[in-house]
């Protein structure tokens, strides 16, 4: 049996988070030798809510950040489990999403 890389799990677990929120999109993970990312390409619009809810949802399964002052990835310090380096939100129109403005309740 093939075993699935840390990003192709966080990557299932991102579709059954969209999948919860009748979010329609799809789920791509990709690693390369400087690590890993999971790409989310959203079809259809969503409201500024639920864009911030799937975002920090999915945010747990993000191993850290990248500090461009010290030019270094900064992990979390408790994360446990399958994680990405990186996670990235695409817009229908193919666009980059950042952060939403706040985080969901």
């Known amino acids: 049996m ?24 799809s789920v791509r993970s990709d690693t390369y030798s400087g690590g ?10 969503i409201s500024p809510e639920v864009y911030a ?12 950040s990248f500090n461009g002052m010290e030019d270094i990835y900064e992990y ?7 994680t990405a380096n990186y996670i990235f939100f695409n817009s229908p129109e193919g666009y980059l999403m950042g952060y939403p403005k ?3 309740a």
């Open 2 to 25: 093939k075993k699935m890389t840390d990003a192709a799990i966080v990557a299932k677990e991102i579709r059954g988070i969209l999948k919860a929120n009748n979010v329609k999109g």
């Open 53 to 64: 809810k799937i975002f920090w949802e999915a945010d747990k399964f993000r191993a850290g």
């Open 36 to 45: 890993n990312s999971v790409k989310v390409y959203l079809t259809d619009e």
């Open 76 to 82: 979390r310090p408790n994360s446990s489990g399958p």
């Open 102 to 104: 706040a985080e969901a």
